[in-house]
């Protein structure tokens, strides 16, 4: 009774040679295909120069954002000191800090644009 239960199944049946060379075709043709796409992406990486050209690259990157980023901090805190002094002067408690905050946020906006290049620099004619 256990051997006519597994009689129907696909798993029991010993693999014949001819299954056995066309799968041994598959892999063999699999692998040269592998192996031409890595030689590709190989010589497309050395015509790049991504070697130590990546890293230079990230670290410009990393750079500039932080650039851009202090830029935009810097005009929200010099127009946060610019109010707060406002304020302590006039007497204006937290009208002027927030006039001057909004003024530094923009001014901040308009360098980081300024920096990245998308609008031109007036000051360069």
């Known amino acids: 009774m256990a051997g006519g239960a597994n009689d129907g199944r696909d798993?029991?049946?010993?693999?014949?040679?001819?299954?056995?060379?066309?799968?041994?075709?598959?892999l063999g043709s699999l692998d040269r295909r592998l192996s031409e796409l890595g030689g590709s992406r190989?010589?497309?990486?050395?015509?790049?120069?991504?070697?130590?050209?990546?890293?230079?690259?990230r670290a410009s990157a990393m750079a500039r954002?932080?650039?851009?980023?202090?830029?935009?901090?810097?005009?929200?805190?010099?127009?946060?000191?610019?109010?707060?002094?406002?304020?302590?002067?006039?007497?204006?408690?937290p009208w002027g800090l927030i006039v001057f905050v909004l003024i530094g946020f923009a001014a901040g906006v308009l360098n980081v644009i300024r920096s990245a290049g998308a609008v031109p620099d007036r000051t360069a004619r």
């Open 11 to 26: 798993g029991d049946r010993e693999p014949s040679s001819s299954d056995e060379a066309a799968l041994s075709a598959r």
């Open 65 to 93: 954002g932080f650039r851009l980023s202090s830029e935009l901090i810097a005009g929200v805190i010099v127009g946060g000191l610019i109010g707060w002094g406002f304020d302590r002067l006039l007497s204006t408690s």
């Open 42 to 57: 190989k010589s497309q990486a050395d015509q790049t120069g991504a070697g130590s050209g990546d890293g230079a690259a």
